[in-house]
């Protein structure tokens, strides 16, 4: 399948790569018009399995959807599994969670076969606040690429402002575990959710908690991720798995109370995202099937079964919101181009109704049944 390709590494992220990281050419004309750059994380982890640990860069051309045969370059991490990656959305470069430190690493323009692509390099600056300090499960920028946020195996939130990594929030025990993090819109809030316990917002200026989100009967939450609605207000949605299956939470930002409880799926989702334009949410399942839904109806936009064999590791949605980057355990990465609604339909039958009317009137004036 031209779309889903198999590049030999177990992924465990995935992200469309900005536009200001394209490579330029002399004329400053973006190399690849027509192209996205897709950035997958992943690999066997520490040991001999022979798998390999890496960040791989390939190219997806939408007029034909299809993702490259081969990765257009590929930077290997020695024994050190990428197990979560964060893109800088301005361009900037991509960090990686390692089992024991943070790694910052930028983007590189390089020729290949006399024709510039695109690389990544790891870069001289360390990141001395993220040495040592163990396994991160969630690694996240704000919107604006202003503000960082970690959360670690151990329980422990940090978030920090980028570049400078000045500390603005140090908490021990957030959770358990913290799993999934996400910035708000306007960079006021981090949301957090991990094992046992509510999900938790805490305010980035005060650096205190904000508001706690209380499960209901059996949840487990997720994922959670920050967006907005048609009026441009503010929402937070939150995945849930109860004993029927994988639901979506939506909460009011304001008063952090619950809007909605919509279930989704009958499989726990294993990958959660939402469009950079608010319009739709996706998420994979352990069974490998990925389904976009619409924000604001709760119904499923797209549905692509099997799209992995493997479970779904991580979703990136493209920046126009048109392409959903999706990536597996079994080494596959695919790109699911997200086509209009059909909003003609109720058009067309009624055309065809008014068509039907013209032939039985001009029938029924032939046939003298009409004055």
Not at 59 to 87: C, E, H, I
Not at 202 to 209: P, R, V
Not at 360 to 367: D, H, P, Q, R, S
Request: glycine residues 10%; proline residues 4%.
């Amino acid at each position: 399948m031209g779309n889903c390709k198999k590049y030999g590494v177990p992924f465990y992220g995935a992200s469309f790569v900005p536009l200001g990281a394209k490579p330029k050419q002399e004329d400053d004309e973006d190399v690849g018009g027509g192209f996205d750059y897709v950035v997958f994380s992943g690999g066997g982890g520490e040991g001999r399995s022979g798998i390999p640990n890496a960040l791989l860069i390939s190219l997806f051309d939408r007029a034909s959807n299809s993702l490259a045969d081969q990765p257009v370059s590929k930077f290997g991490t020695d024994d050190d599994l990428p197990y979560r990656m964060a893109v800088h959305p301005g361009g900037e470069g991509v960090i990686c969670s390692l089992p024991k430190s943070c790694r910052w690493f930028e983007w590189e323009a390089t020729k290949n076969e006399s024709a510039l692509t695109l690389s990544l390099k790891q870069s001289e600056k360390v990141l001395y606040e993220l040495e040592h300090i163990g396994q991160q499960l969630a690694v996240t920028f704000s919107h604006d690429g202003s503000l960082l946020a970690l959360g670690s195996e151990d329980g422990k939130l940090r978030a920090f402002k980028w570049p400078t990594m000045e500390s603005l929030v140090d908490v021990p025990d957030a959770h358990t575990s913290v799993k999934n993090l996400d910035f708000s819109p306007d960079g006021k809030f981090l949301v957090s959710v991990g094992s046992g316990g509510p999900g938790r917002v805490w305010d980035i200026a005060s650096s205190t908690l904000k508001a706690s989100l209380p499960k209901e009967n059996d949840e487990v939450f997720g994922f959670c991720r920050f967006s907005q609605n048609h009026a441009n207000e503010q929402v937070l949605y939150v995945t849930a798995m109860r004993d029927r299956g994988g639901s979506i939470v939506k909460w009011n930002t304001t008063t952090w109370k619950r809007i909605s409880s919509k279930h989704i799926i009958r499989d726990p989702i294993s990958a959660f995202g939402v469009s950079d334009d608010g319009n739709f949410l996706a998420i994979g399942t352990i069974q490998g099937d990925i389904f976009i839904l619409n924000a604001n109806s709760m119904k499923v936009h797209t549905a692509v079964k099997k799209a992995h064999l493997g479970l779904v590791t991580a979703l990136a949605f493209s920046h126009d919101s048109r392409a959903l980057a999706s990536a597996s355990l079994d080494s596959s990465a695919r790109v699911t181009q997200i086509k209009e609604a059909n909003k003609n339909g109720l058009n067309v039958w009624i055309i065809l109704f008014i068509i039907l009317l013209a032939v039985a009137l001009y029938y029924a004036k032939t046939e003298g049944l009409l004055l």
